[in-house]
């Protein structure tokens, strides 16, 4: 089974920005990000397909975040811009064998063990 593993997470200050990665050991099909805080669901990010032609944003998200990948390297990346305090959390990268990636983290069945982002106000 493939196996995944996120990087890039740090503690950024409000209004900046970071870029996560996460890292396949092998070919994935659909992929995502998702993000959880202590006490709640883990809620979708973002989320990808195959050659990149579907991405959806949470509203939340939309215009400050990026979802990309390089499928040579088995990279998938978020590029967080406009950080946020409420953007805490601990976030995930998630893989799917779907063409098109669902939304929904129970339908995801590949997990890395998370990164953490914590924006200071």
């Known amino acids: 089974q493939v196996q995944l593993v996120e990087s890039g997470g740090g503690l950024v200050q409000a209004g900046g920005s970071l870029r996560l990665s996460c890292t396949a050991s092998?070919?994935?099909?659909?992929m995502g990000w998702f993000r959880q805080v202590p006490g709640k669901e883990r809620d979708v990010v973002a989320t990808?397909?195959?050659?990149?032609?579907?991405?959806h944003y949470a509203d939340s998200v939309k215009g400050r975040f990026t979802i990309s990948r390089d499928n040579a390297k088995n990279t998938m990346f978020l590029q967080m811009n406009s950080l946020k305090p409420e953007d805490t959390a601990a976030y995930y990268c998630?893989?799917?064998?779907?063409?098109?990636?669902?939304?929904?983290?129970?339908?995801?069945?590949?997990w890395g063990h998370g990164t953490q982002v914590t924006v200071s106000s």
């Open positions: 998630a893989a799917v064998n779907s063409w098109y990636p669902p939304q929904n983290s129970r339908d995801y069945d590949v």
């Open positions: 092998g070919s994935t099909l659909s």
């Open positions: 990808i397909s195959k050659n990149g032609d579907y991405t």
